[in-house]
């Protein structure tokens, strides 16, 4: 099964851009589909984006400001972020589905005004 480490979170300032990186081991990318969610304090976690095994990708409100990418060579999934806005503080944590599901510990993003 695979197991997922994201990284790159931090506090940036309304405006500012950050890029998470999850990190996958014990099986390829390539046969996953793979999510990005979001769970900010207080309230359900979300979906924010996905990216298919054809690389097909989709958004929830973020579209225009997130990107989300795989690189199948160095195992890993991305996010690109910006024009960050003070609701997107939150954990961010990578999924990776295929039949069952597989979760990495998050990274937190806050964004101050």
């Known amino acids: 099964q695979v197991q997922l480490v994201e990284s790159g979170g931090g506090s940036v300032q309304a405006g500012g851009s950050l890029k998470l990186s999850c990190a996958a081991s014990?099986?390829?990318?390539?046969?996953?589909?793979m999510d990005w969610y979001r769970q900010a304090p207080g309230k359900e976690r979300e979906w924010v984006s996905s990216i298919n095994r054809d690389g097909v990708t989709t958004y929830t409100s973020v579209k225009g400001r997130f990107t989300i990418s795989r690189d199948n060579d160095k195992n890993t999934l991305y996010l690109e972020m910006n024009s960050l806005k003070t609701e997107d503080t939150a954990m961010y944590y990578c999924?990776?589905?295929?039949?069952?599901?597989?979760w990495g510990q998050g990274t937190q993003v806050t964004v101050s005004s």
């Open positions: 999924r990776a589905f295929r039949a069952s599901e597989y």
């Open positions: 014990g099986d390829s990318i390539s046969h996953y589909k």
